[in-house]
């Protein structure tokens, strides 16, 4: 491929919550002009005047590059590259708005990360059915362990890009790459984004296990068992085993399940002690994946064959009010096996 300018570039990052924001504000750090739009009136309008998401991500100075709008055909219009960060289950709708405006030339990056309740879909599958028009290798998906609070902090992250199309996948590398965020490059977009997805609902198993006070050692099989089945999950449905090795895999799965930022390790703690899945969710602002998240794993892993106990005990807290104690007991007193899977 031929060296990348990325000067003149016309970009657009869809969704203006802390992840948009902060990926938005690394672009217009890179010196790309960003046009952002937010669904929120009051997002648009505190960035214009204040230069600040204090919705999402306050504390924070914006790049002046960056403009904001509720405008998505302005946002979306003759851009080389639209950036999507919206919650999964909006991803849909968005999506299908955006392939009314945008050019054969525009690349799309999937920053959401989600299973689609009803269809089984990962973001990129749901980009795909809502803009059909769309090339294939037009498409890219980033996921890494990279909370938005430090990437817009610049502390050093890293984090994988995946794209069928290797020369999609370095046009976005070099696009995002900085000297506190570096970008590898990946084919595997199915591992990709499915350990970028069920990591947040095993961080909400160990956020349970930290608001039960178990202790280090729970947490740290939680999280090893947890990849165990993450990584089943990818095999069926043809990941690179590698994949789950790597930043997409048990780097983001590491970060969801013991930082303090995770807002769904945040909702699992909050569950672990004794608050109820709907009165965690209305003091919430910002979306905790997961919870939807843990609905989709579950009916898909059922439906494939594929064993998942801990996001299937998960499930079972999240929607039918089996006790975080009598989940525990249930994970350690099933029969016991071979470390090791046979199949997978």
């Not at 991500?57 to 851009?79: H, M, Q, R």
């Not at 595997?188 to 609902?201: H, I, P």
């Not at 729970?218 to 043809?238: F, N, P, S, V």
């Not at 919430?284 to 843990?294: I, P, S």
């Amino acid at each position: 491929m031929n060296e990348i300018n990325i000067e003149n570039l016309k970009t657009g990052v869809v969704g203006a919550g802390s992840w948009g924001t902060a990926l938005a504000n690394l672009l217009a750090l890179n010196g790309l002009k960003v046009d952002l739009w937010a669904y929120e009136p009051d997002v648009v309008e505190q960035i214009q005047v204040n230069r600040e998401n204090k919705f999402f991500l306050p504390g924070f100075p914006l790049s002046d590059k960056i403009f904001p709008t509720n405008d998505l055909e302005k946002a979306v219009s003759d851009k080389d590259l639209v950036t999507i960060v919206v919650p999964s289950h909006f991803v849909r709708n968005i999506a299908g708005d955006i392939g009314k405006f945008i050019s054969k030339k525009t690349k799309i990056v999937s920053a959401s990360k989600g299973i689609e309740n009803k269809t089984h879909l990962t973001m990129s599958g749901v980009i795909h059915e809502s803009i059909p028009e769309m090339d294939n290798h037009s498409l890219a998906v980033l996921s890494g362990p990279s909370f938005a609070r430090e990437v817009i902090a610049k502390v050093p992250t890293v984090v994988t890009v995946a794209s069928h199309d290797s020369e999609t996948a370095r046009f976005v590398q070099h696009v995002f790459a900085a000297p506190h965020f570096r970008v590898y490059t990946s084919h595997d977009v199915v591992g990709v984004e499915l350990g970028g997805s069920v990591k947040n609902v095993i961080a909400i198993a160990s956020g349970i296990v930290d608001g039960l006070n178990l202790g280090l050692n729970t947490r740290a099989a939680l999280i090893t068992r947890g990849l165990t089945e993450i990584r089943r999950l990818g095999l069926k449905l043809g990941a690179n085993a590698r994949t789950f090795s790597g930043l997409a895999g048990i780097g983001d799965l590491l970060l969801t399940c013991t930082g303090d930022l995770s807002r769904n390790h945040t909702v699992g703690k909050k569950i672990g002690e004794g608050m109820k899945l709907k009165d965690i969710l209305s003091e919430m602002r910002m979306v905790a994946e997961g919870v939807r998240t843990a609905k989709s794993v579950y009916n898909l892993s059922r439906k494939i064959g594929v064993e998942m106990p801990i996001s299937h005990a998960t499930y079972h807290m999240l929607y039918e009010d089996l006790s975080p104690a009598d989940a525990v007991y249930q994970l350690m007193t099933r029969d016991l096996r071979h470390e090791l899977d046979d199949t997978y």
